[in-house]
C-alpha cells in the first residue's frame, strides 16, 4: 500500500517554472515505478513522465521533452518534477502515481495538484 500526497502547484506565466513534488509513504517506495500524469479540463488523463526504480531511466511524453525533468530520492520516499519553459497548455491537475516494477498498470494515484500556465 502506498499514499502518495503531491504539492508544488501553482499559478505561472508562461515561460515560467514550477516544481512539483509527491511524498511517498510505506517502505518498499525503490519497489515502485514513479509516474506524472495530468488532465486538462475537458481532457482525459493522459501521461507526462515516469522514472524506474533507481532513477536511471526515464520516459517523457514528446510534449513535455526538453522542458520537464522528474527525478526521484529513494532515501526521502520523494519523487519530483521540475517543469520549465511551461505554456498554457500545460495547464491541468497533475497527478502523481505508482505502480509496482512488474506490472503495468498505476495503482496508486494522489490527489492531484492544480498547474495553471497563463499567458
Known amino acids: 500500500q502506498v499514499q502518495l500526497v503531491e504539492s508544488g502547484g501553482g499559478l505561472v506565466q508562461a515561460g515560467g517554472s514550477l516544481r512539483l513534488s509527491c511524498a511517498a509513504s510505506?517502505?518498499?517506495?525503490?519497489?515502485?515505478?514513479m509516474g506524472w500524469f495530468r488532465q486538462a479540463p475537458g481532457k482525459e488523463r493522459e501521461f507526462v513522465v515516469d522514472?524506474?526504480?533507481?532513477?536511471?531511466?526515464?520516459y517523457y511524453a514528446d510534449s513535455v521533452k526538453g522542458r520537464f525533468t522528474i527525478s526521484r530520492d529513494n532515501a526521502k520516499n520523494t519523487v519530483n518534477l521540475q517543469m520549465n519553459n511551461l505554456k498554457p497548455e500545460d495547464t491541468a491537475v497533475y497527478y502523481c502515481?505508482?505502480?509496482?516494477?512488474?506490472?503495468?498498470?498505476?495503482?496508486?494515484w494522489g490527489q492531484g495538484t492544480q498547474v495553471t500556465v497563463s499567458s
Open positions: 502515481a505508482a505502480k509496482l516494477v512488474s506490472t503495468k498498470v498505476y495503482r496508486y
Open positions: 510505506g517502505r518498499t517506495f525503490s519497489s515502485y515505478v
Open positions: 522514472i524506474n526504480w533507481s532513477g536511471g531511466t526515464t
